[in-house]
């Protein structure tokens, strides 16, 4: 479970911003949440002080602006981010793609790190504008089977959330299931 | 390889024609060799002028954001909009402010303009140095390629459907001969009273 190289192995790594909007997020150890917990401060306080949510659009471009901020800094977070949300207005799915020089990307599917070499391969061949969830999932399960595969390291599985017009929530996800050699 | 110009990959091209303008860009995205986007268009309207911003993607972001404020606010206090040449002096000194530490972005600006009917474009360096032409502006990763391909096929008072032509092929041509450039492009011709928008697809590769 521990040992020299794993502290954790259950790391929740995403922030609810607010009803409709979650962020992921990886990078430098310290800088990560302290940003993430800085971004979902503000946000909650614009819903408090103004009794309505940002829309994914403006969360992410108001997330870009304090990165790029950041960027120019005597010491910039080092965090790279995804951003999901459903727009409550317009009720259509969002998905922004931030890295550490606040480079911000609308995109229909997006990984940061090792995982695009992996996955975005696969994502290129299977998804299409029009799948449904249960599609997403499978799509999903070749992504984390490759990633099993593949990656050098043991990533001690996935932890998998569902952003939809019902709102925000974890789902099941068994990692225990070998990978077969593809 | 880590200059911050050519990291995210991308090209814009501006021309001249008979009594209108064209300005180009592609629509990648990338982070050295691998492409993220192939949906993030480098040219930017404000009123009447159009910019064009290649180089490093969060800088063509922030900038855009900057000059879509700057822009606004001189539209509130002058109650009308801003001229090409006056937009190119804005994006001039806000550049040289920061001389000492810079956007890495690479500028080009389209535009007629509505007292003279003239048509206008330039191109910028990181720090503001303005670069008029009156025949065309290249910028971006395929800036060497687009050189090539504008000086082949560019000529003096094309009319608006044969500057389309000529500029599409300039900037398809010379993406085509390089990676960090291409997957699809913008292209607006702007005439006197009229902006045509379109996409092309381009190669996928």
Known sequence: ?182 | MSSPFAINGGACVAMVGKDCVAIACDLRLGLQSLTVSNNFPKIFSYGDVYLGLTGLATDVSTVSDLFRYKVNMYRLREERQISPQTMANLVSTSLYEKRFGPYFVSPVIAGINHKTGKPFICGFDSIGCIDFAKDFIVSGTASDQLFGTCEGLWEPDLEPEDLFETISQALLNAVDRDALSGWGAHVYIIEKDKVTKRLLKGRQD
Not at chain 1, 146 to 158: A, Q, S, T, V, Y
């Open chain 1, 1 to 182: 479970m521990r040992g020299a190289t794993i502290l954790k192995a259950s790391d929740d790594k995403t922030k609810q911003l607010n009803q409709n909007t979650l962020m992921a997020f990886s990078g430098e150890a310290g800088d990560t949440v302290q940003f993430a917990e800085y971004i979902q401060a503000n946000i909650q306080l614009y819903s408090m002080r103004n009794d309505t949510d940002l829309g994914p659009s403006a969360v992410a471009n108001f997330v870009r602006g304090e990165l790029a901020r950041s960027l120019r800094s005597r010491k910039p977070y080092n965090v790279n981010l995804l951003l999901g949300g459903m727009d409550p207005i317009t009720k259509q799915p969002h998905l922004y793609w931030l890295d550490y020089l606040a480079s911000l990307a609308p995109l229909p599917y997006a990984a940061h790190g090792y995982a695009q070499y992996y996955c975005l391969s696969i994502l290129d061949k299977h998804h299409h504008p029009d799948i449904d969830f249960e599609q997403g999932l499978k799509i999903l399960r070749m992504c984390t089977d490759e990633l099993k595969r593949r990656l050098p390291i043991d990533f001690k599985g996935m932890l998998v959330k569902v952003i939809d017009k019902d709102g925000i929530r974890e789902i099941d996800y068994d990692m225990s299931k070998e990978v077969l050699p593809a």
